[in-house]
């Protein structure tokens, strides 16, 4: 069965604390990767698509990545208002056309 | 300013009660979904439209309606058929289906009475 999975479930920080989210994948044949924010109560807001390996894209304090079977969301010297869940989706072309979401890091940066 | 919004930000449902969630967007995007988002869960696709007059299902359609008379809209109705409705529900759209990217709208909160 394909698969996207997100580690860790929740992550604690201190503001300027340096860290990375993770999105594993098991998906053959990768066409896109897709990186969402999303505040609570709101609706996921587009941060990144990575279409092949060795890709890389940035964003403020945000770098993504992409592997053969992971993409990493790289904070840097994260601030309060970086605080939200953090949604990875894997493209799973075929029949099918859809998006294969993971369940999300919650991310915390205590000032 | 381009966007997709979707309306009420909260509905309630009583036993039996059909109910439309709305949904509009004026990026002149050909593709629009529906999801249904539950609490440790990934979102779950109930619809998707590529064209006007054209939908289909997804993963979780049992209990659901659409349809696609307009290019900028794409209502979702919730059945009495659905048994278990309470969930957040997000609508978004792409230029065209593929990996390509899904732009979300702001949401509806469904709960039942």
């Known amino acids: 069965e394909d698969q996207v999975t997100q580690s860790p479930e929740a992550l604690r920080l201190q503001e300027g604390e340096s860290s990375s989210l993770n999105c594993s994948y098991t998906v053959s044949g990768l066409r896109g990767l897709f990186w969402y924010r999303q505040d609570p109560g709101k609706g996921p807001e587009f941060l990144f698509t990575l279409y092949s390996a060795g890709e890389e894209k940035e964003k403020e304090r945000l770098k993504a990545t992409l592997t053969k079977k992971e993409s990493f969301l790289h904070i840097t010297a994260p601030k309060p208002e970086d605080s939200a869940t953090y949604l990875c989706a894997v493209y799973y072309g075929g029949a099918t056309n859809k998006l294969i979401f993971g369940t999300g890091t919650l991310l915390a940066v205590q000032p | 300013d381009g966007g997709i919004t979707q309306s009420p930000k909260y509905l309630f449902r009583k036993e039996g009660q059909n109910v439309t969630l709305s949904c509009e967007q004026n990026?002149?995007?050909?593709?629009m979904y529906w999801y249904r988002q539950d609490p440790g869960q990934g979102l779950r696709l109930i619809y998707y439209?590529?064209?006007?007059?054209?939908?289909q299902k997804g993963d979780i359609a049992e209990g659901y309606s659409v349809s696609r008379e307009k290019k900028e809209s794409f209502p979702l109705t919730v059945t009495s058929a659905q048994k278990n409705p309470t969930a957040f529900y997000l609508c978004?759209?792409?230029?065209?289906?593929?990996?390509?990217?899904?732009?979300f709208g702001p949401g509806t909160r469904l709960l039942v009475l």
């Open positions: 990026l002149n995007h050909d593709a």
């Open positions: 439209s590529q064209i006007v007059n054209d939908f």
């Open positions: 978004a759209s792409s230029i065209g289906l593929g990996p390509e990217t899904q732009y």
